[in-house]
C-alpha cells in the first residue's frame, strides 16, 4: 500500500524538542494549576507527543506563597506520610504543609499527576518551583505562558 497519504511520527530522546516555560502561580487555583502543569511535564499539548517519551517541557513556577486553595480545603486537605515503623503514620494539613514550605503543596500536586514509574520520576525533574518572583534558570530564556489560555 504506497497510497498512504501520512506516517505516525514515534519521538524518541533525539527527535524532541524541549523548551523551558515560566509559569506565574499568583492567585492560581493549585488543583487547575497542576493539572496543567502536568501537561506541559508530560508533553501531552504537543503534536509528536509519545507516551514511553519524556517529550514535555521543562517549567519553572514562580511565587509559589500566592497559590489559591478552594472552600475549606487550607483546614481540611491532609497529606499523610508514613515513616515506615509500626505506628509511623504521620499528617500535615496543608496550612502547616505551606508553612514549612509552600513549594511542596505545588510538588506533591503536580508528582500526583504524572505517571508512577520511571518515566514518572524523569518528567517530575523538569519541574522548578520556587518562592517569590526571582528563579535561578534565567539562562535558559525560559518563555512565560499565561495558564489560562491554555485548554
Not at 2 to 15: E, F, I, M, R
Not at 27 to 49: D, E, M, W
Not at 70 to 82: E, F, L
Amino acid at each position: 500500500m504506497s497510497t498512504l497519504s501520512y506516517k505516525t511520527v514515534s519521538a524518541n530522546k533525539a527527535t524532541v524538542n524541549k523548551e523551558w516555560v515560566l509559569v506565574d502561580a499568583d492567585g492560581q487555583t493549585l488543583g487547575r494549576l497542576a493539572s496543567k502543569v502536568a501537561k506541559l511535564i508530560r508533553g501531552k499539548h504537543k503534536t509528536n507527543y509519545t507516551p514511553h517519551v519524556d517529550c514535555g517541557d521543562n517549567v519553572i513556577i514562580i511565587n509559589a506563597e500566592k497559590i489559591n486553595l478552594t472552600g475549606k480545603k487550607w483546614t481540611d486537605k491532609s497529606y499523610i506520610r508514613h515513616t515506615g515503623y509500626p505506628g509511623g503514620q504521620r499528617s500535615l494539613t496543608a496550612t502547616e504543609l505551606f508553612e514549612k514550605d509552600p513549594r511542596r503543596i505545588i510538588e506533591k500536586a503536580v508528582k500526583g499527576m504524572l505517571p508512577k514509574n520511571k518515566l514518572g520520576s524523569a518528567l517530575f525533574r523538569n519541574l522548578y518551583v520556587y518562592v517569590g518572583g526571582e528563579h535561578k534558570q534565567d539562562a535558559q530564556n525560559p518563555k512565560t505562558i499565561n495558564l489560562n489560555d491554555l485548554k
